[in-house]
């Protein structure tokens, strides 16, 4: 088994729910598949799905929803 | 002969030194939110300073040139990469018909400016190739660019490979920013102590940034001096009988979140401003990335004036350099 990051390409907040009263798109366990979106970047007054590059299994969740993030920071890392 | 588009970027546009004359009629002045760097990558490539570049917020484009042509990449910390070896960010380097010019993850401030000999071709909208997305004029069909996009590139001769501006010619923000500000405007609107204030906070950048406006958030609200509101003002202490807005100056709608007016930005309204930064610093603003702890610092006339100067010689420097 892998592991593998899925890297956010822009800097902004990141949330893990598509709405605040939204379950989160994944959660630590969860099976995720390549394409599959993992949570949102917002910036300039737009939404950005972050897809993940990878299959596998959902290890962690780097940053947490609504903190700020940086491009090119590590998001999730998933076992594949 | 062009460039095509494979991914557009989050929102790449193309823009050259603006198009100034209009903004009394509500047309903004557009261009390149950081000039100096716009004009440092047309000197890099060849161009003329004013040439069309394509400007990139926060991830790069990914283009297929159909023709030989240098290229230079300034502004951001954006690294390029031709068929995905890395090239320098500041210089200039030869791409070759087939070639594909990407980029890296964002290392360091938010726009690059993309310059490609010859020039971006798109035609001239009163009087610029700027592009104004709100207004739908100017750039490629008054937009950003799309996948599939086929840029047209003017008639140039290619500079040598290599050109290079050193790092003490280059402006980037650190962790955290300081915009120069000259209070003035409806500064009376406001009492001492939130003025004082409105300059000892740590303001952040916040999410909604862009072309239009740069918005900050995280220091204290405003405080207001009373007042009868003058007809057509509105009861909101936030807001003045309408008025122009000029380039770079601070409105603080309700008092909370201070928005400085930058290159798209429209030209008048009802929100009273508490001064404007410096026209040295209104480059710097557009590198600024979101949650950037930023603090104003308050300035008189005559530093604004010397910093402008100081500018202008950092850029005489790069076109006794490169000319």
């Not at chain 1, 959660?27 to 995720?32: A, F, K, L, S």
């Not at chain 2, 409105?251 to 404007?276: C, K, N, W």
């Amino acid at each position: 088994m892998a592991k593998q990051q899925v890297i956010s390409p822009l800097p902004g907040t990141f949330y893990r729910k598509s709405a605040p009263d939204q379950p989160s798109y994944k959660e630590e366990g969860d099976q995720v598949a390549v394409g599959e979106t993992i949570g949102l970047v917002e910036v300039m007054k737009s939404f950005h799905e972050i897809k993940s590059d990878f299959a596998g299994t959902v290890t962690k969740f780097l940053i947490d929803n609504e903190d700020a993030v940086m491009a090119g920071q590590a998001l999730v890392e998933i076992d594949g | 002969m062009a460039i095509n588009v494979i991914s557009p970027g989050l929102a790449t546009s193309v823009q050259d030194l603006g198009r100034p004359g209009y903004y009394h009629l509500g047309i903004p002045i557009s261009g390149g939110m950081d000039r100096y760097a716009l004009r440092a990558a047309n000197m890099l490539a060849g161009n003329d300073e004013a040439a069309a570049v394509l400007e990139a917020v926060f991830m790069g484009p990914e283009l297929a040139f159909t023709q030989d042509a240098t290229v230079a990449v300034t502004g951001a910390d954006l690294p390029p990469k031709l068929d995905g070896e890395a090239r320098e960010s500041w210089t200039s380097f030869a791409v070759k018909a087939g070639q594909v010019l990407s980029f890296d993850y964002l290392k360091g401030g938010a726009r690059a400016y993309i310059a490609v000999s010859g020039g971006i071709d798109v035609p001239l909208a009163l009087g610029s190739r700027s592009t104004y997305t709100l207004g739908a004029l100017g750039g490629l069909d008054g937009r950003n660019l799309l996948a599939g996009d086929v840029l047209p590139l003017g008639a140039g001769t290619a500079a040598a490979e290599g050109r290079s501006v050193p790092a003490k010619l280059r402006r980037l923000p650190g962790a955290q920013a300081e915009l120069r500000a000259m209070p003035g405007l409806y500064w009376h609107r406001i009492t001492e102590a939130s003025g004082r204030r409105f300059f000892e906070d740590t303001w952040k950048v916040a999410l909604e940034a862009d072309r239009i406006g740069y918005r900050f958030r995280d220091g204290r609200p405003l405080e207001f001096v009373e007042r009868t509101p003058p007809f057509g003002a509105g009861s909101d202490p936030s807001n003045i009988v309408d008025s122009c807005y000029p380039y770079g100056s601070i409105q603080v709608p309700g008092g909370t979140e201070p928005i400085v007016l930058h290159r798209d930005a429209v030209s008048g309204g009802g929100y009273f401003m508490v001064g404007t930064v410096i026209s040295a610093d209104m480059d710097f603003i557009g590198q600024l990335q979101p949650h950037t702890p930023t603090k104003f610092v308050s300035v008189d006339m005559a530093a604004a004036l010397a910093a402008r100067h100081d500018r202008q010689a950092m850029l005489n420097e790069i076109r006794a350099m490169l000319a």
